[in-house]
């Protein structure tokens, strides 16, 4: 069973950078597949940013060019660099860990969110 711990979130201005960390424990943190996703009030969760074992990358298309997710094997841990906040992108976040090493094969495990204000 793997934990996940988020940090990072915060209010911010639009225009602004938040950088979310997710530490992992309880199993072999670069075997798997980690993903970053969001939900807003009143909206499905949806996926933000994910990353495999092989450091391959996807993203929204609402975030491609100004979010980047990246991982540290050394550190169990990954991020998600956040920049040129819209306040579209307020909602709480959720780190995910991958069932394999890579996307297709779904999120298994949550982190308990983070939540990210951008304001107006």
């Known amino acids: 069973q793997v934990q996940l711990v988020e940090s990072g979130g915060g209010l911010v201005q639009t225009g602004g950078s938040l950088r979310l960390s997710c530490a992992a424990s309880?199993?072999?943190?670069?075997?798997?597949?980690m993903g970053w996703f969001r939900q807003a009030p009143g909206k499905q969760r949806e996926l933000v940013a994910a990353i495999t074992s092989g450091y391959r990358t996807k993203y929204a298309d609402s975030v491609k060019g100004r979010f980047t997710i990246s991982s540290d094997n050394a550190k169990n841990t990954v991020y998600l660099q956040m920049n040129s906040l819209r306040p579209e992108d307020t909602a709480i976040y959720y780190c995910?860990?991958?069932?394999?090493?890579?996307?297709?094969?779904?999120?298994?495990?949550w982190g308990q969110g983070t939540q990210v204000t951008v304001s107006s």
């Open positions: 309880g199993r072999t943190f670069s075997s798997y597949a």
């Open positions: 995910a860990a991958g069932r394999g090493s890579g996307w297709s094969e779904g999120f298994g495990s």
